[in-house]
Nanobody, 123 residues
Framework: QVQLVESGGGLVQAGGSLRLSCAAS????????MGWFRQAPGKEREFVAA????????DYADSVKGRFTISRDNAKNTVYLQMNKLEPDDTAVYYC????????????????WGQGTQVTVSS
């Protein structure tokens, strides 16, 4: 079992930056692949980024490549999402998720989810 708590969301102007954090409970955090997903009003939850247990392998949605960076600190049981050059289309609730094994890009492959943090980008 792992519990996830996101933080760092907020309101930012287009072109600005935010860093999201996801703190995990449990002693086995380093064995989990982690993912970030987002959901805008009226839309399905979509993949943003994922990272393997060591941080040595990452995946990104095409829409965020070159702007977002996922990273993790296993000593702190935390995964991060650095978001730069934010756009209004990035507005959504952002969720972190965990799964055993390799990272995946489908939400249904993740076992544990946080409660989400709101990111709003104004134009």
């Amino acid at each position: 079992q792992v519990q996830l708590v996101e933080s760092g969301g907020g309101l930012v102007q287009a072109g600005g930056s935010l860093r999201l954090s996801c703190a995990a409970s449990g002693r086995t955090f380093s064995s989990y692949a982690m993912g970030w997903f987002r959901q805008a009003p009226g839309k399905e939850r979509e993949f943003v980024a994922a990272i393997n247990w060591s941080g040595g392998s990452t995946d990104y949605a095409d829409s965020v490549k070159g702007r977002f960076t996922i990273s993790r600190d296993n000593a702190k049981n935390t995964v991060y999402l650095q978001m730069n050059k934010l756009e209004p289309d990035d507005t959504a609730v952002y969720y972190c998720a965990a799964r055993g094994g390799l990272q995946r890009t489908r939400a249904r492959d993740y076992d544990y989810w946080g409660q989400g943090t709101q990111v709003t980008v104004s134009s």
